[in-house]
Every structure is written in C-alpha cells, then in structure tokens.
C-alpha cells in the first residue's frame, strides 16, 4: 500500500510515487488536500477491494459525500497536472533549491523537515519565521517521536526564488540555521 499524499501533483511529473518509481501497489491512497489544492481522497485498487471498502469501510459509508464543487475543483487541478508538468515539477525544484542553499540533504519531496530537537524550541523557530511573513509549522510529539520536534516546510508552485531566498534570508538572521 502506497500512501501518496506528497507525490501526488508533484512527483513524477505529478503522476505519483508509483509513477516515478514504477510500480504499481495493490493499493494507492492519496489526498485531494494538498497538491490538488481541494478535499476529499481516493483508493485506487482492484475492484474485488474498491468494493470491499464501498461496503464495509465505516468511515465512508458513514460520510456525506463530497461537496460537488470540491470535487470540481479537483477535477480541475488533475486537468491541470495532466496538461502542465513543469508546473508539478516546481514544487520539488522550490525543495531542492533551499536545501542546497543550507547544506540539507536533498529532499525527496517538496516537503522538508528540519529537526531542532525539542517542542519549545521547534515553537519558538515557528514563532521568530510567523513574524518576518513566513508560515512554517512545528511539528512535535507525538506526531514526530520525542526529541525530533522540527519545523517542516512546504514548498508549493507559486513560492518565487525571492520569497525562497528570503526564507533562507531568515532562516539565518534568527539564528535558526547557523
Ligand atoms: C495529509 C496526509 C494525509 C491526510 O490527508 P487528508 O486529506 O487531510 O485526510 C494522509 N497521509 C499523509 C502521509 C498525509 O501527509
């Protein structure tokens, strides 16, 4: 099973993980919350399973469906991503472009982890980078394991080399990465 809610729209050319890796998991999740930019997820899988879950999967059966508009702009944005490559790929470039800039490893998706270590001062970084424009969360535990709390950022198509070379700009100033 294939979870891909930071492939999707983004990697290989923003058909997914399993596209640029070439393969295909028997089951593939994924969300219409971020790159697509709307609501709402999918399963992709066989039908014998797709209609095992329409039928037993309680938090879908349970659910109202989604707003139409919502999935009309999903539909949208997979018009969008299967027209506009280089658009899908500007993410992952954002990605790469600032983590070469600080030393980082390079990023395999367009979201980047950096660890600071406790939940303070994972807060404290969000706090000084909140006040020069830039909105970047902390990550703590228990959604990341004790001692790694971390900022995570989160490239998108419309950040500019000058809003990355700003955050960069910040990133330093406040001490932040030395
Ligand atoms: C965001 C995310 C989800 C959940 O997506 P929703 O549309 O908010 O339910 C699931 N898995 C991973 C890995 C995610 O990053």
Do not use: W
Not at 36 to 42: A, D, K, P, R, V
Not at 47 to 72: D, F, K, M, Q
Not at 137 to 159: K, M, N
């Amino acid at each position: 099973m294939v979870d891909d809610a930071h492939g999707v729209g983004v990697l290989g050319k923003g058909r997914g993980t399993p596209a640029q890796q070439n393969q295909q998991p028997d089951l593939l999740i994924g969300t219409l919350s971020k790159a697509l930019g709307s609501y709402g997820g999918y399963v992709a899988a066989d039908r014998p399973v797709i209609e095992l879950i329409r039928n037993r999967a309680r938090s879908l059966i349970y659910t109202t469906g989604l707003p139409p508009a919502a999935i009309g702009a999903a539909l949208a944005a997979l018009d969008i991503m299967e027209n506009d490559p280089d658009l899908c790929a500007k993410p992952l470039m954002a990605a790469q472009y600032f983590c070469q800039a600080l030393g980082l490893p390079e990023p395999q998706s367009a979201v980047v982890p950096l660890i600071l270590g406790s939940a303070e001062k994972a807060l404290a970084a969000q706090a000084k980078l909140l006040a020069r424009g830039y909105l970047v969360v902390a990550i703590r535990p228990p959604t990341v394991p004790d001692g790694t709390a971390r900022l995570r950022f989160s490239f998108s198509a419309s950040h500019r080399q000058r809003d990355i070379d700003g955050l960069i700009a910040a990133l330093q100033d406040t001490g932040i990465i030395s």
